[in-house]
């Protein structure tokens, strides 16, 4: 994407509603470990290590009070007009962290003009965020009919019977147009649409935040360093397979 390009689109911001246990701390976590006390106060309960997490820890992270603890927003910016959205995030990993959506939507259409997203989360009752600015790139059509397959049958009768984004007269539409899917495809027969499928977000920078109660609040970021950049250990810390860290003011 050249610079003008990228001027014209700006940021494309994505916010995307964290749910459930199902995901890894691992590629995350490593990078958390080398944050000095901000980690420590980060780190869960009896968690030596953030990639320690077992899925019960996450679930009981995500869960706690019985109360969807964690938010993520999703915005964009084409023509420099922001939108702002919330999606189900499915899972992170080594390749980054996913989302599924309808390609053909308002948010597809964009991201196919600037794959620029950003994401946060929200802990409400841990007071913690985490924000995360990265490209979005489609998973593979494998991948999105793995996914497609594991939903339940009415949500992949849902996904086939919406166009995304587009323009109804009357919620009517929609319930004709899923009777006639629903009479069809019986269940285990429903393929994936083509315009149905996931994006992964290759990060390049993660803040943690973390509130505190004399409102001195930690802030920790990690990002890529820029080209020729001085690691001094002062303000900017090595960390692992070259991202950098440093504190930023609350
Ligand atoms: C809690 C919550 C979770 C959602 N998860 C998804 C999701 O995983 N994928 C999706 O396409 N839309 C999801 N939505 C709906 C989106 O917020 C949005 O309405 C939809 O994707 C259409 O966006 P667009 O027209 O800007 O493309 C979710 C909404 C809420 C409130």
Redesign the pocket.
């Known amino acids: 994407m050249s610079a003008a390009y990228a001027s014209r689109f700006e940021k494309v911001f994505l916010c ?2 964290l ?1 459930g246990p199902k995901m890894s701390y691992a590629a995350v976590g490593r990078y958390m470990q080398k944050s000095e006390e901000f980690v420590r106060k980060w780190r869960y309960n009896k968690t030596k290590s953030v990639d320690d997490l077992s899925e019960r820890d996450i679930r009981r992270l995500t869960t706690k009070d019985n109360k969807a603890i964690i938010k993520i927003n ?1 915005k ?1 910016i084409s023509d420099g007009v922001p ?1 702002v ?4 995030l ?1 899972g992170f990993g080594t390749e980054g962290f996913k ?4 390609y053909d ?6 991201l196919a003009e600037n794959p620029h997203v950003a994401l946060t989360f929200y802990w409400e009752s841990l007071r913690r965020s985490v924000r995360i600015e990265g490209i979005a790139n489609k998973t593979s059509a494998e991948d999105s009919d793995h996914y497609f397959q594991c939903r339940p049958y009415e949500n992949q009768i849902g996904s086939a019977a919406s166009k ?2 587009s323009v109804i007269a009357s919620r009517q539409t929609l319930i004709i147009k899923e009777s006639e899917l629903l009479a069809k495809f019986s269940k285990n027969q429903v393929k994936r649409p083509a315009c149905w499928g996931g994006y992964f977000v290759v990060p390049h920078s993660i803040e943690f935040w973390q509130g505190q109660s004399d409102r001195l609040h930690d802030r920790i970021r990690f990002r890529r360093p820029k080209s020729n950049e001085k690691i001094d250990n002062v303000l900017v810390h090595k960390g692992e397979d070259g991202w950098v860290y440093e504190r930023l003011s609350p």
């Open positions: 995307i509603y749910k999703l964009m939108s959205r919330v999606l189900l499915k989302f599924y959506t309808n939507s308002r948010k597809g259409r964009e995304q984004s």
